[in-house]
């Protein structure tokens, strides 16, 4: 059974739109693929600098703890009091970066997949 050349001719028309749309999906499927890499990689730093800094905390109440319990000795206390200066200094630091990476890693989806 042949086919017609005007058959055949519409069958590779109709063909080449939903190449093409699959074409498309799979660019936007690369694209979002990449960006989920992407979103994920940034959630797992937060997360770690999230764990960071809850330990640095427990440290420091820690430390401030001892501290309490020790009034009366004054050159412990005192060297205790300098690294938990130096401790919090490391917190706000931690803080502060914590709260760019999470600024970040929300604002990534909302600013679309097309920079990446």
Known sequence: MALCPFALKRRVTRRRPRTRSLLQLQEQLETTTKGTY?????????????ARLSDGIKHENVMAKFCAERVDERFPVQEMVNELRRSCSSSRKLADELEEHACLATMAPSIGLESW
Do not use: A, M, P, S
């Open 38 to 50: 992407v979103l994920g990689r940034d959630l797992d730093t937060v997360i770690q600098l999230v």
